[in-house]
């Protein structure tokens, strides 16, 4: 069974962290396949919208403290952490919507790929915990860049150094989630095919847009806002939609 799996319907590519048993703990077979389903999403045309979910009770708990304690090679959570880190920065990168849908719990490395994406459905009674320190680590999968700046420094310092776990609707206070419901798997298709039927390049690359302001200066930000708006208004997507607007 694939520690990750992919597939495409209706313009939305569903990728399944797919470690059931294990709480979808990340190993190097589940980062090699979440990095791998993320570049097929975004070599395939057909897709419009990605749906990441996580298969079972939980979504992902953070990285498998067993294949670190069984792994001989010194160098393989070195290995292992910039494996992981690469494919939630391919997530960050696709020009396409990410809808993420979380359950049961979402711990250390975890948080950083649910951050991989756009908006995040949490299932009522979702556990977020940062976890890291209670087994003597720091941060990986881009925890420490993303968890700041979807809730703020010194929120993120505090669930960080606390240990306490923060609920589902104190994530969706703090805007760690966009949503809290009964059934996040569901709702999260129901955005994806959403997304997917409406203008798909404009989506992804407004997501590209506001990723980037991050790492860059606003005259930089303004000269590739001018670049890409022109360069979408000239596309078949805006034409179409321009001629919808006006009635022709």
């Known amino acids: 069974m694939a520690a990750v799996e992919y597939s495409v319907a209706d313009g939305v590519a569903r990728i399944l962290l797919n470690r059931p048993e294990a709480s979808n703990t990340i190993d190097m077979a589940l ?89 995040v459905v949490a299932q009522e009674g979702t556990k977020f915990v940062f976890a890291y320190p209670a087994i003597g680590l720091t941060p990986d999968c881009g925890a420490s860049y993303l968890l700041p700046r979807a809730i703020g420094q010194q929120r993120a310092l505090a669930f960080a150094l606390s240990g306490r776990p923060m609920s589902a609707q104190d994530a969706l206070a703090q805007g760690l989630v966009a949503e809290v419901v009964e059934d996040a798997q569901a709702r999260a298709l129901e955005l994806a095919t959403g997304l997917a039927k409406g203008a798909a ?48």
């Open 31 to 119: 980062a090699t396949g979440l990095r791998g389903a993320v570049a097929a999403a975004a070599e395939d045309d057909a897709v419009r919208a990605v749906l990441l979910t996580g298969a079972g009770k939980r979504f992902c708990s953070g990285g498998d403290i067993r294949s670190f304690v069984d792994e001989e090679d010194p160098a393989y959570l070195q290995r292992l952490a910039e494996e992981a880190g690469a494919a939630v920065i391919a997530l960050e990168d696709l020009a396409k919507p990410v809808v993420t849908a979380v359950q049961g719990a979402v711990a250390g490395g975890g948080l950083g790929i649910m951050l991989g994406g756009d908006v």
């Open 201 to 248: 390049g404009a989506f992804g690359d407004s997501r590209r847009l506001l990723r980037a302001s991050w790492t860059r200066d606003r005259a930089a930000s303004a000269v590739d806002e001018a670049a890409t708006l022109s360069s979408r208004g000239q596309g078949e997507e805006a034409r179409a939609l321009f001629a919808q607007f006006l009635g022709r």
